[in-house]
């Protein structure tokens, strides 16, 4: 099975910060990446797809980019509401994997 | 609108099984592969395997053969995962997720409410 490494496991950050998480993938996926935001006690919700597509009704301040094994996910300026869990998924081939996830918290 | 919504809460004793139910409405059930991910307390989620709605065909994570049965009624627009042999270690949420595939890459667009499985003796 293909290994997401996902960093950092969890970060603070203030409001209006740029931030930025990153995802490694144990061998090449070319673009087959989403990223995905939990808040505590609700389900996942897609965040962007093929890597750097961001997904309808998600904010233009969320952007993804990378291809291969290296991909980023990053908020140009932190909003309150952005304080979440955010996971990256493979969908390359199964079994699909996530990353183990990364805290964003307030400072 | 685009729905997924999931049978309620069980507690289920070691060694039971659990079947929990996730129906679609919205759209046309057979369009769209459905995922299930768990999620245990406090941890990240976990991809368990996924059904095709047309044709009942599916896939299962090695660590979860035989031990895991997807299965759908098309008469409903209802899938289900069944888990036996349940442990302490299968207490988590339970998700569905409806998967669309756009430009030959796929993601995870709807997701249910979530089941809570509490596995205890």
């Known amino acids: 099975a293909i290994q997401m490494t996902q960093s950092p496991s969890s970060l603070s950050a203030s409001v209006g910060d740029r931030v930025t998480i990153t995802c490694r993938a144990s061998?090449?996926?070319?673009?087959?990446l989403g990223w995905y935001q939990q808040k505590p006690g609700k389900a996942p919700k897609l965040l962007i797809y093929?890597?750097?597509t961001l997904q309808s009704g998600v904010p233009s301040r969320f952007s993804g980019s990378g291809s291969g094994t290296d991909f980023t996910l990053t908020i140009s300026s932190l909003q309150p509401e952005d304080f979440a869990t955010y996971y990256c998924l493979q969908d390359y081939n199964y079994p699909w994997t996530f990353g183990q996830g990364t805290k964003v918290e307030i400072k | 609108q685009v729905q997924l919504v999931q049978s309620g809460a069980e507690v289920k004793k070691p060694g039971a099984s659990v079947k929990v139910s996730c129906k679609a409405s919205g759209y046309t059930f057979t369009n769209y592969y459905i995922h299930w991910v768990r999620q245990a307390p406090g941890q990240g989620l976990e991809w368990m395997g996924i059904?095709?709605?047309?044709?009942?065909?599916?896939t299962y994570a090695q660590r979860f053969q035989g031990r895991v049965t997807m299965t759908r009624d098309t008469s409903t627009n209802t899938v289900y995962m069944e888990l036996s042999s349940l442990s302490s270690e299968d207490t988590a949420l339970y998700y569905c997720a409806r998967r669309v595939v756009v430009a030959s890459t796929a993601a995870l667009d709807m997701w249910g409410q979530g089941t809570l499985v509490t596995v205890s003796s």
């Open positions: 061998q090449g996926i070319r673009n087959d």
């Open positions: 059904i095709n709605p047309n044709g009942a065909g599916t």
């Open positions: 093929a890597a750097s």
